[in-house]
C-alpha cells in the first residue's frame, strides 16, 4: 500500500496494411481511483512483430536500472504504431489500499486511416498489496 507498481506485459500488433495512431488505452475494470489509480500509460516499440525487447512485466516501481527503458517509453496518446509493429502498454498504478485488485481487461482506443476502432483484449492485470506490516516484513525479508 502506497506504493506504486508498473505493468508492462501487454502487447499491441498491428496487423493490417496500414499505420495505426493510439488515441488511449486503459485497464478495465472495477477498480476505483480511491482504491488504486492508473497514473501513467505509455508504449514502448518493440519492432516488426513478433517484435524484439524485454518486456518489463510487474514490478514496484520505480525500479532500479529502468531509466533507459523508461526514456524510450512514450505517451500512448497520439503514438504510431506502423503496419506489422508490435508495441508494449505500459500501466504505472498508485495502490492506495490493502486489498485484491484486479482490471481481467485492457483496451485500446485507436484510428485507422481516420476511422476509429476500440480493441479489447481478456489480458489484464491483479495487483494484491499486502498490509504495511505485511509490507514490511517483506522488505525486511528482501523481498
Known amino acids: 500500500m502506497g506504493q506504486r507498481v508498473v505493468f508492462g506485459a ?3 500488433v498491428n496487423q493490417g496494411h496500414s499505420s495505426a495512431t493510439i488515441k488511449s488505452a486503459r ?5 476505483v481511483p480511491s482504491i488504486a489509480d ?7 516499440a518493440l519492432g516488426k ?3 524484439t525487447g524485454d518486456l518489463l512485466g510487474a514490478s514496484r ?18 503514438a ?3 503496419a506489422g509493429d508490435a508495441a508494449e502498454l505500459v500501466f504505472v498504478v498508485a495502490v492506495k489500499k490493502t486489498g485484491d485488485w484486479i482490471w481481467p481487461q485492457t483496451a485500446v482506443d485507436y ?12 489480458f489484464g492485470f491483479q495487483i494484491f498489496p499486502p498490509a504495511p506490516a505485511e509490507c514490511r516484513q517483506l522488505n525486511a525479508d528482501g523481498n
Open 10 to 12: 501487454a502487447t499491441i
Open 27 to 31: 485497464l478495465v475494470g472495477d477498480i
Open 38 to 44: 492508473i497514473t501513467a500509460i505509455r508504449v514502448v
Open 49 to 51: 512483430a513478433p517484435g
Open 61 to 78: 516501481w520505480p525500479a532500479r536500472g529502468w531509466s533507459q527503458w523508461w526514456q524510450r517509453a512514450a505517451p500512448v496518446e497520439g
Open 80 to 82: 504510431e504504431l506502423a
Open 111 to 122: 484510428e485507422v486511416n481516420g476511422q476509429p476502432y476500440t480493441a479489447i483484449t481478456d
